[in-house]
């Protein structure tokens, strides 16, 4: 460069080395993150490639990143911010399993890692009938759960709606709402409320354990936020609820959805390790021997394993791995519980509806979408329901009628251009497979962590699993690329209500006392 200078031009000479300089410094990194995207320090890496997607249109970047946007179209944006590749699927496990490490050596590390009590699986033989009451998300469901042997449960269950109001209200008020509607359940059934039938209760929010029957709130996720309840043992609010409605009721267990859901399975299949949930919320439990979990100080266990609750859904939530973008910040900053959750709000259908809307209304601000005509109805919060998604994604017409329907008929959205409702659609695929890749990222680890490479039965249950078209598809694609070979012996099995008869069955080993720990 020196030789190029001359008294005249020496000043625009330097300027012009230097800025081409700093642009292929920058274009370097950007190709070896997104090629290579192994990077010796996983901070760094994290670092460059929030970088590389927080150009959002709205953004007003300078640099290479601003420079490559002027001639991106909007989908070749937002395929480079929401893509997971191959090699950043790999990047991930590796900072899971690192995570899930810290969790099980101390209590307060960003993923839980919680001991559930529960510290053995059922055979296919226990018997019995029992009370289960579930509490997952916007559903309460009241259940009689009979078990009858070789993994056969005849089930009559009362599914009842959480307002708004009560998710939000008080303690006493949402608890005596429970006691009520299991009373006019028993009712309805023709049940003896006096009898002190056991009951199981699957309560699906981070509790920390202290016995199988007693649990404490850590803090609400899913858009709960009634007072009185985080650090109050869940059991004994619904214990006082039951008692003021004079209902005779022995609650002898405490049961997170994932921990029911891998226990219903094994019920059935007992090649089942690991319990997910991906619905409206986001969580896993596997089985873990004891001499992996250092945090353990409670008594000796005769079986040497522990089913984990992970409370996977919080990891990230340190801001250091995650691959989000800009309006990941957004959702989480508009949600009630910011830097919460954070893997669960790239993941679960409270989030993903409400994702695509950040998107669409960013389009249409730039004039991307809709010819930027504003849109009223999506500028309201949570009013794109991931169910909408669903159908767009299922819309294989050559107009694509379903999602003009969804655009213009419920959303009042003047006239759509195929253009834009390929590009609405384009979204939904790009949320969607992203979250299915990042599911993957947690059930890989689990299975590499506990060396289950060789084949075990995964149960997953919940609306987005169930529901969302090619999640399941999308989620051994990317299994596929993360454990090669061994991804043939990991059974993602749909399960389905297990929850509640998961609580059930962990009432029956309880009674029987073989829950017991020494
Ligand atoms: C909760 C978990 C629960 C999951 C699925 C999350 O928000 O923290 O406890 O298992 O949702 O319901």
């Known amino acids: 460069m020196t030789q190029?200078?001359?008294?005249?031009?020496?000043?625009?000479?330097?300027?012009?080395?230097?800025?081409t300089g700093i642009a292929l410094t920058a274009a370097v990194q950007y190709l070896v993150t997104s090629i290579s995207g192994t990077p010796l320090n996983l901070r760094a890496a994290a670092d460059e490639d929030r970088d590389h997607r927080s150009s959002s249109s709205s953004s007003s970047q300078q640099g290479?990143?601003?420079?490559?946007?002027?001639?991106?179209?909007?989908?070749?944006?937002?395929?480079?911010?929401?893509?997971?590749?191959t090699a950043m699927l790999h990047n991930l496990v590796k900072?899971?399993?690192?995570?899930?490490?810290?969790?099980?050596?101390?209590?307060?590390?960003?993923?839980?890692?919680?001991?559930?009590?529960?510290?053995r699986r059922p055979t296919g033989d226990e018997t019995g009938t029992y009370l289960a009451l579930d509490l997952g998300g916007s559903n309460f469901r009241v259940c009689e759960c009979t078990l009858a042997g070789k993994g056969q449960v005849r089930i009559r269950q009362k599914?009842?709606?959480?307002?708004?109001?009560?998710?939000?209200?008080?303690?006493?008020?949402?608890?005596?709402?429970?006691?009520?509607?299991?009373?006019s359940t028993m009712d309805g059934f023709g049940l003896d409320k006096q009898a002190g039938t056991k009951l199981g209760f699957t309560f699906s929010f981070p509790v920390q354990q202290q016995a199988l029957n007693r649990g404490t709130l850590y803090h609400w996720t899913k858009g709960f936020t009634a007072e009185g309840v985080v650090g109050q043992d869940v059991v004994g609010l619904l214990d006082a609820a039951l008692r003021?409605?004079?209902?005779?009721?022995?609650?002898?267990?405490?049961?997170?959805?994932?921990?029911?859901?891998?226990i219903s399975h094994a019920y059935l299949d007992t090649a089942t390790t690991m319990g997910v949930i991906l619905g409206t919320g986001t969580n896993a439990a596997y089985v873990e021997r004891l001499e992996n979990i250092p945090k353990w100080t409670g008594p000796k266990c005769p079986t040497n394993e522990m089913i984990i609750n992970m409370e996977w859904g919080?990891?990230?939530?340190?801001?250091?791995?995650?691959p989000t973008t800009d309006y990941d910040v957004k959702?989480?900053?508009?949600?009630?519980?910011?830097?919460?959750q954070s893997y669960e709000k790239m993941i679960s259908g409270l989030y993903l509806g409400e994702l695509t809307r950040y998107i669409i209304v960013d389009l249409i601000s730039t004039g991307e979408l809709f010819a930027g005509r504003r849109c009223e109805a999506l500028e309201v919060q949570h009013s794109f329901d991931t169910a909408n998604m669903s159908r767009i994604e299922r819309d294989h017409s050559m107009e694509l009628t379903d999602t003009r329907s969804i655009l213009e008929d419920l959303y009042a959205v003047k006239k759509t251009t195929l253009a834009d409702r390929r590009l609405v659609k384009r979204i939904c695929e790009l949320i969607g497979t992203r979250a299915a890749r990042m599911a993957a990222v947690g059930i890989a680890s689990v299975v590499t962590k506990t060396n289950k490479l060789a084949g075990t039965t995964?149960?997953?249950?919940?609306?987005?699993?169930?529901?969302?078209?090619?999640?399941?598809?999308?989620?051994?694609?990317a299994l596929r690329e993360l454990l090669g070979i061994n991804a043939e012996g990991i059974v993602l099995a749909q399960a389905r209500d297990g929850s509640g008869q998961g609580a059930a069955l962990i009432a029956a080993l309880a009674d029987h006392g073989e829950e017991k720990l020494q």
């Open 95 to 119: 900072a899971f399993i690192r995570d899930m490490e810290r969790g099980l050596k101390r209590d307060n590390a960003v993923m839980k890692m919680i001991p559930s009590y529960v510290i």
């Open 244 to 262: 003021r409605k004079g209902l005779k009721i022995d609650v002898t267990a405490l049961v997170n959805d994932t921990v029911g859901t891998l």
């Open 331 to 340: 959702v989480d900053r508009a949600s009630p519980n910011p830097q919460k």
């Open 159 to 183: 599914k009842f709606v959480v307002s708004e109001e009560l998710k939000t209200g008080t303690a006493t008020a949402l608890f005596d709402y429970f006691a009520e509607c299991v009373s």
């Open 64 to 85: 290479p990143v601003a420079q490559r946007k002027n001639v991106e179209t909007a989908t070749q944006r937002l395929e480079r911010q929401f893509t997971i590749s």
């Open 4 to 19: 190029l200078w001359s008294a005249d031009n020496r000043v625009p000479l330097f300027v012009f080395g230097l800025t």
């Open 314 to 322: 919080a990891w990230g939530q340190d801001g250091i791995i995650l």
């Open 458 to 477: 995964v149960a997953v249950d919940g609306s987005v699993f169930e529901h969302y078209p090619h999640f399941a598809n999308r989620m051994r694609d």
